[in-house]
């Protein structure tokens, strides 16, 4: 069955840090992969996605993503966080032939210290 | 705005009692979802449709629970005798066809007293 897991569900980091989410996926095929972000009592926003080809990708708000194959995994990063940044992460995988659906991950609340 | 919309935002009800939610998905969208989100947790796939037609229904969705796209165009997510484990966050989302991003509401949140 598909799957997403992210190993952290909480991570503080210091403004002004670098950031590295975690995302490893179990699926059968070619992954399809997303980050999405949401603020609190919000609906979730697209920070980047990966389908194929250049497997380092670029996002909105200077994140990126690079996809490994080998490890299964969709890891996230940030060179220099700032508080804005705080908020949840989800990774999710994209199922093709069932209608284009995403499995999310749990989830990891980002916190910014000042 | 010509985002997905939904409405209400939120919603207090009794126990037992019905509710529903509508979602209006981007126009030119022919897929729209249903998820639930409780708290600490990712949002987990509900059911989906492709124009009217609705094609998966996860285990999750209850038979209290039905959702319709009567036109294709939006569509309405209701549960019957709510119960105090319905209490959550139902997102809506759509996208056109394929694997692509899904674009979201800013969620339902419903809390059953």
């Known amino acids: 069955a598909q799957s997403v897991t992210q190993p952290d569900i909480h991570i503080t980091v210091s403004e002004g840090a670098s950031l590295e989410l975690r995302c490893n996926y179990s699926?059968?095929?070619?992954?399809?992969l997303f980050w999405y972000v949401q603020s609190p009592g919000q609906g979730l926003q697209l920070l980047l996605k990966y389908f194929s080809g250049d497997t380092l990708v670029q996002g909105i708000k200077g994140f990126e993503a690079e996809f490994k194959r080998s490890q299964s995994s969709f890891n996230l990063r940030k060179p220099s966080v700032h508080w804005s940044d705080a908020a949840e992460y989800f990774c999710?995988?994209?199922?093709?032939?069932?209608?284009?659906?995403?499995?999310f991950g749990q989830g990891t609340e980002l916190s910014v210290k000042p | 705005d010509t985002g997905v919309s939904q409405d209400p935002r939120h919603k207090i009800t009794k126990r037992g009692q019905n509710v529903t939610f509508r979602c209006d998905p981007i126009s030119e969208h022919n897929r729209l979802y249903w998820y639930r989100q409780t708290l600490g947790q990712g949002p987990e796939f509900l059911t989906y449709?492709?124009?009217?037609?609705?094609?998966?229904k996860s285990r999750l969705l209850s038979d209290r629970f039905s959702a319709e796209r009567p036109k294709g165009s939006f569509s309405t997510l209701e549960i019957q005798r709510t119960e105090q484990g319905d209490s959550a966050m139902y997102l809506c989302a759509s996208s056109p066809f394929g694997v692509g991003e899904l674009f979201f509401g800013e969620g339902s949140r419903l809390t059953v007293l």
């Open positions: 699926y059968g095929a070619t992954p399809y």
């Open positions: 999710a995988v994209g199922i093709y032939n069932q209608g284009g659906k995403l499995i």
């Open positions: 449709f492709q124009n009217e037609a609705q094609l998966e």
